[in-house]
């Protein structure tokens, strides 16, 4: 148990409507009481009943700081499940910091990043997968990462992992109790049912561990590399998706000799997306550079946009192209069909099968099919939160195969007919493994490494 009060100002440094310093810790109220004023005499903030609001005012000594009001809730009914104040303030920068400063005065103690979630860790309320959805939320750069986090930090993942422990750990008892009771436990034959427990619990190991590729996209986007040969229309799009002028174009072949990253969403999906110089033969030293950065790049990609200038006829440098995006996921924008068309769709169909998209950049014709070609590349053709659950932490994914692994190892004793206290080891391994991802079988030092990651006042 921690007994020391903790405090920070949880809406940033920076001037806005609203302010916000918050203090947890068993003299939280204490604090709060001896430097708040009610407007109509002195009012103990140490008698209020628990989740109140008071209007008033912060002073250090004789001197005003602010107008506030004072949210109270007291132990064990607050996200800490310590007493918590929260004194709203104005979001002046100045009138933030002097409360912070008259609060520490009085006897609390600048809180480190995350220690407020952190506590609420160590005292039960939420286990550390809920505690690192918390920064995963603040952290949310589209809806669907924000959902899946949230989905995290309602315990979707945790009731997950303590259905499986549970299986697990009634697996070990079963067998420990019959290796020091064999006269009245029977273990003959427990193979079998072991074999299908186990089975059952890799079948939820297993789909979680499939998630884990769809949850590193939704969390940190597509890496998406634009590819084509000079003048086809890539700066175009790059300028279409992320709503500005960030990429220059002109009618000069070659204008783009370096690549240019932009992060952009495409109905809520997020594509960190990279456009390259055109790829094509040159003796430009420093174009020759660029098309070597382009053909890296794409080596590297989640996604590559293959546009095809449908105004001019394929050549050399499409077969290049095409070479290297054959085993990548790609969609092919067939561009500027507002012109006469020298190379078509069944052209192209008769070098690739990745699927070709008939648009016109310029004209802005085609492209509302271009999101729904990335569903159903990397999220079949929807994303579902009903029951989905969604791996986006590598810690996690790290931790589940860690388990799923030893459990294929007790199947794997089971198929060799090995004694039972061989199931226990590896059985035991798969247990601890899981606990690593809810708080239950970690360091010290690791739990200090993940809450520093997290914002102040958090």
Known sequence: MISDTIAAISTGMTP????????????????????????KGK???????????????IYDGSQMIDEVLVLIMKAPNSYTTEDVVEIDCHGGVVVM?????????????PAE??????????????????AEAVIDIINSRNEYALKSSVQQLQGNLLNQIKEVRKSIIGS?????????????I?????????????????????????????GRLLKEGIKTVILGKPNAGKSSLLNYLSGEERAIVTDIAGTTRDVLEETVQVDGILLNVIDTAGIRDTDDTVEKIGVEKAKKYASEAD?????????????????????????????????????????????????????????????????????ENIRQMFFEGKLTFNDQIYITNVR??????????????????????????????????????????????????????????FCMGK
């Open 303 to 371: 996604l590559i946009i293959y546009i095809v200038d449908g105004s001019t006829s394929m050549d050399e440098n499409d077969l290049e192209i095409l070479k290297l995006i054959r085993n990548k996921k790609t969609i092919i924008l067939l561009n500027k069909i507002d012109l006469d068309l020298k190379t078509t769709k069944a052209a192209i169909e008769k070098e690739t099968e990745h699927p070709i998209v008939e648009v016109s950049v310029k004209d802005r014709k085609g492209l509302e099919q271009f999101s």
């Open 186 to 214: 029977n273990a003959d034959d427990y193979g079998m049912t072991l074999k299908k427990q186990i089975d059952e619990n890799m079948g939820i190991l297993e789909k979680l561990l499939r998630s884990c590729d769809d």
């Open 113 to 130: 990043p995350g220690e407020f979630t952190k506590r609420a860790f160590l005292n039960g309320r939420i286990d550390l997968s809920q």
């Open 396 to 453: 996690h994914k790290a931790a589940i195969q860690e388990a799923a692994d030893s459990l294929k190892m007790v199947l794997q004793s089971i198929a060799d007919d090995m004694p039972e206290d061989f199931f226990s080891i590896d059985l035991m391994n798969a247990y601890e493994a899981l606990g690593k991802i809810i708080g239950e079988s970690v360091g010290e030092d690791l739990i200090n490494t993940i809450f520093s990651d």
């Open 172 to 184: 070990i008892a079963f067998i420990e109790a019959a290796l020091d009771d064999p006269e009245h």
């Open 97 to 109: 910091r002097k409360i912070l400063e008259t609060v520490i005065k009085y006897g609390a103690r």
């Open 16 to 39: 806005s409507g609203i302010g916000k310093v918050r203090l947890s810790g068993d003299s939280a109220i204490e604090i709060a009481d001896q430097i708040y004023r009610s407007p």
């Open 43 to 57: 009012k103990s903030l140490k008698n209020v009943p628990s989740h109140t609001i008071h209007y008033g005012y």
